[in-house]
């Protein structure tokens, strides 16, 4: 058997798979996107431009999740840097491992269980009561974009720790030592040496959240009270309740689209700025 | 109360044994109601050879049932007896919506054996030969006499028995009287202009088309059934103008109101009678404009995969001692005159379960034709992303 | 920076602690406190749609990290000495599958592969000898394994990628110089080198099923796993049941950890 063959072979398994899995429901998608809704639902051959042509019907979903998608990127990263950064740099080593895995454990819960905490800590009986108690009266968390950030940052915090704690953790402590002993500031030293030597995990942390947040469903579901409307929830009823799957594949390839470019355009930009640094990508 | 552990009354017991005779309940219900199949069973288990068969030996039916159903709609206690006695083991989904049964069914191959549709779908079902013709051989317990047609007729239809009726009820809407001060809220008017006002952010409507636009429709005396697009128009000018105002658009609602987050939402017979039972100061309202009234259905999907299993527990839940115990639980009325017989006198006069004639008159059947209509699932989704 | 961390792990676990205290609330109500039981557990742990539930879950999650990890793993050493419009080719597949988002996947697995059966059914049936009731195909376990494992294949490609691209090569060149088969060098150099790479990804894969639940929604045809049980509880009437679950899942997985930590040290040990 050459080396050939047997790579073909190794290969067989998962491009089958691929083939089966992937091309072909995304290449049904792309068909179905093209034809119209049944009269009672469902998906009928034909050659049309309508579904997209009916894509502003949904402006109002893509536009919320491309808002509240880097918003929630930009504010998880926010949240996570200085713990990734107290983690790797500052805690003590006996216990950074204990402290890290602590991030993590939150995650084995069911993100529906946790939402459902939150539901009733947004609730009136848990943050607003308190507020009430010390004369801050009636205010609504549940059920605004508010709770849905919320959720989102708590939903993929471990996310985006993990990936900027691990570029953090290869960094070299000396360096920070030589930049403060020539003198430079802890803001200077964190914004030339720091900062950007932990790039390739805010990049991949990043990336990671942005991704789930596109296409995300339950958290808007659940937190935002049916009012706070995502592609994603858009997608679910267009094939759970309106039976569109015509339109609905529309959306569908749209939102694949939109990934495609935005991910692309991401990566480009990232391996720009680190071009003399190792490589970023999630590959 | 008539609960299978309590002694019968003598006159009670002629009733059932009149009703026997007549052949209008099985001896299966006689000998239950009466206690005989208690006095049976006890002197079974005394004497091996009378111990009382399963009504399907084990393993004729195989060894499971998928039930596709809504939540909080049985008593779990009903199917553990069903394994008992037939050996199949009852597998429950839980869905939210009509439109969302179908679409699975319209997917192809759930592996559903039975599942509880509303009336106003199963014409759609036929028409794309979801579901099949029943077979009432197998489900001797299912008497049509004993139910009122209103909620049974729509089961057959062009003259074949596709689906039996399970339950009925009302769509109204709860409202916590506590913070109304002391307004009588009766009409959807109210509801809505409410929440545009004293209740801005405590008011919840489904996430339901039918009913949530029908409802709307309703604020302005337009039928609950309506795909006329200036009414249409109307429906979606006061949804959109709601929305602001609205602490959610869920089907979930009664935890929101129990722990008074919500204090107003639209709801459904059982639901009101459960949160009305825990809290008084909820009231279930039916709007005087009208609004829906529905009755549910068992059938059977094409190409059910345990299908003698499904007509096993289709005929046992219809059985009118276990259908009473469903109605305990869930708390919806029951369209059979049987079932009707074994429940307590107050639950049967109960104005949630039964409301006054003048209210129901006003109420409307959910159409076919909202079911399929792109225009008010598009509403529904113009209301929800907006 | 100490008293910012502080704060996020608060962050993290007051929620937690919310659904771990009301676990044991006596109420029938998950927001209502009524005094203290251990009564949920009991109902979790006797309700059979749970442990069904739970089952399945377990059943999907072990079968498509067996699958990804597998599979993926030939995929990536295979890769290593592929080149040109192949390697292009599969290149693309993995990005396209990793940056997809789930509930994409979930709508194109269910109407590609309804569409797919629609077609291969009749066909099955025209073959079948007369008689014999034909199989068909249909949504269930088998096409949630499969759209599970499409997903993590793709994750276990990377990760065992980057530890073959960490891979000292002259290590295996040094094998084959002395005359190891391939297949020797596969097993006394290469694997050793990726199998923790391949372990995370089993792992990974192993956690992503477990907890998915968007694509088992669309996927999952009549099965329930433990996330599409949740949510169809979450929708209408929760119980402290739901919390009782999630405490025991989470309990569970610290357990594992603990243990998987505990095996791992001694390993170490042992190596050292």
């Known amino acids: 058997m050459t080396q050939r063959t047997r790579n073909l072979l190794l290969l067989a398994p998962a491009g089958t798979w691929f083939l089966v899995m992937l091309i072909v429901p995304l290449t049904v998608v792309l068909v179905f996107s093209f034809g119209e809704r049944g009269a009672s639902g469902g998906y009928v051959p034909a050659f049309t431009l309508e579904q997209y042509a009916n894509l502003p019907a949904r402006w109002a979903a893509f536009k919320n999740t491309l808002i509240l998608a880097p918003v929630g990127t930009l504010a998880a990263l926010v949240i996570a840097y200085p713990l990734a950064y107290y983690l790797a740099v500052l805690a003590s080593p006996k216990w950074k491992t204990m402290l890290l895995v602590l991030v993590i454990v939150p995650f084995w819960t069911s993100i529906l269980i946790r939402s459902y905490a939150w539901i009733f800590l947004l609730g009136g009986r848990g943050i607003p009561a308190l507020l009430a108690m010390i004369g801050i009266e009636d205010v609504r968390l549940i059920n605004t974009p508010f709770a849905v950030l919320v959720g989102i940052v708590y939903g993929y915090l471990p996310l985006m720790v993990f990936p900027i704690f691990v570029s953090l953790d290869r960094l070299d402590k000396r360096l920070l030592e030589a930049s403060s002993d020539l003198g430079a500031t802890r803001i200077r030293t964190f914004l030339q040496v720091t900062l950007p030597l932990s790039l390739p995990g805010i990049a991949t942390g990043s990336l990671l959240v942005f991704i789930l947040l596109m296409g995300e469903y339950l958290i808007p579901a659940l937190l935002g009270g049916g009012k706070v409307f995502f592609v994603g929830n858009a997608l679910v009823d267009l094939f759970l309740q309106s039976r569109n799957w015509a339109f609905g594949s529309a959306v569908a390839a749209t939102l694949v689209i939109i990934m495609l470019i935005s991910v692309t355009l991401y990566m480009r930009l990232i391996s720009k700025l680190g071009a003399q640094r190792e490589d970023v990508s999630l590959m | 109360m008539q609960r299978d552990d309590k002694p019968i009354t003598k006159k009670q017991f002629m009733e059932e044994l009149y009703r026997y005779k007549k052949g209008s309940v099985s001896r299966r219900h006689f000998l239950g109601v009466t206690g005989l199949g208690m006095a049976t069973a006890v002197m079974g288990a005394a004497v091996p050879g009378l111990r009382p068969r399963p009504a399907f030996a084990a393993g004729d039916i195989g060894d499971r049932v998928v039930l596709a159903t809504w939540p909080n709609y049985h008593d779990p206690a009903n199917f553990e007896a069903f394994t008992e006695a037939t050996g199949a083991y009852v597998q429950v989904n839980v869905f939210g919506s009509n439109e969302e049964m179908l679409a699975k069914l319209q997917a192809g191959a759930t592996g559903w054996d039975v599942f509880v549709p509303t009336n106003y779908t199963i014409t759609t079902y036929v028409g794309e030969d979801l579901i099949e013709p029943l077979d009432t051989s197998l489900i001797p317990n299912y008497d049509p006499k004993a139910y009122d047609s209103r909620f049974s007729d729509a089961g057959s239809v062009d003259g074949k028995l596709y689906a039996v009726p399970k339950d009925w009820g009302t769509t109204g809407f709860v409202v916590n009287t506590k913070h109304t001060n002391g307004v009588k809220v009766d009409s959807w008017k109210q509801f809505f202009d409410m929440t545009k006002n004293e209740f801005s952010g405590r008011t919840m409507v489904h996430d339901y088309q039918l009913t949530t636009i029908g409802n709307a429709l309703k604020y302005f005396g337009y039928s609950f059934n309506s795909v006329d697009e200036k009414e249409l128009a109307d429906a979606e000018k006061l949804l959109i103008e709601c929305k602001p105002h609205l602490f959610a658009i869920s089907s979930d609602y009664q935890p929101s109101i129990r722990n008074g987050d919500a204090w107003m939402s639209m709801a459904w017979t059982g639901d009101g009678k459960q949160l009305n039972n825990d809290m008084p100061e909820i009231a279930y309202v039916l709007g005087k404009e009208g609004g829906e009234i529905w009755s549910d259905y068992y059938a059977v999907p094409k190409g059910a995969p345990h299908r003698a299993a499904g007509y096993a527990l289709i005929n046992f839940l219809l059985d009118p001692q276990v259908n009473a115990k469903e109605v305990l639980a869930h708390g919806y009325p029951s369209a059979d005159a049987h079932t009707n017989a074994l429940l307590p006198e107050e639950l049967l006069n109960d104005p949630i379960l039964y409301p006054a004639q003048e209210l129901l008159n006003a109420l409307e059947f959910g159409a076919a034709v909202t079911l399929t209509d792109p225009n008010r699932a598009e509403l529904m989704a113009r209301f929800k992303s907006a | ?272």
């Open chain 3, 1 to 272: 920076m100490r008293l910012y961390s502080i704060f996020v792990y608060l962050f993290l676990y007051i929620p937690i602690g919310v659904i771990a205290i009301f676990s044991f609330n006596a109420g029938r109500h998950a927001s209502q406190l009524q005094g203290f039981s251990t009564q949920w557990y009991g109902k979790a742990l006797n309700n059979p749609f749970v442990m069904d539930a739970l089952q399945t879950s377990l059943t999907v999650a072990f079968f498509s990290a067996l699958f990804a990890s597998l599979f993926g793993t030939m995929a990536a050493v295979a890769l290593q000495g592929i080149k040109g419009p192949l390697r292009t080719v599969f290149d693309g597949l993995i990005y396209i599958a990793v940056m997809i988002p789930g509930i994409v996947i979930g709508i194109a697995t269910l109407i590609g592969l309804v569409t797919l059966f629609d077609l291969i059914n009749p066909a099955i049936a025209a073959v079948w000898p007369e008689g014999v009731t034909a199989p068909k195909l249909s949504m269930g376990m088998g096409s949630l394994i499969a759209a599970h494992t499409m997903f993590t294949m793709a994750l276990v490609v990377i990760i065992v990628r980057a530890r073959l691209a960490g891979m000292d090569r002259s290590l295996t060149e040094a094998s084959s110089d002395l005359y190891a088969t391939p297949m020797a060098t596969f097993r006394q150099v290469t694997l050793p080198l990726i199998l923790p790479g391949v372990l995370a990804g089993f792992l990974l894969s192993f956690t992503f099923s477990f907890d998915d639940f968007i694509i088992a929604f669309f996927v999952a045809g009549s099965e329930t796993t433990l996330p599409i049980y949740v949510f169809s509880s979450i929708r209408r009437g929760v119980t402290p049941e739901i919390n009782a679950i999630g405490t025991l899942v989470l309990a569970a997985s610290l357990i594992m950890l603990v243990t998987a930590q505990i095996l791992l040290r001694r390993g170490e040990k042992r190596k050292t």
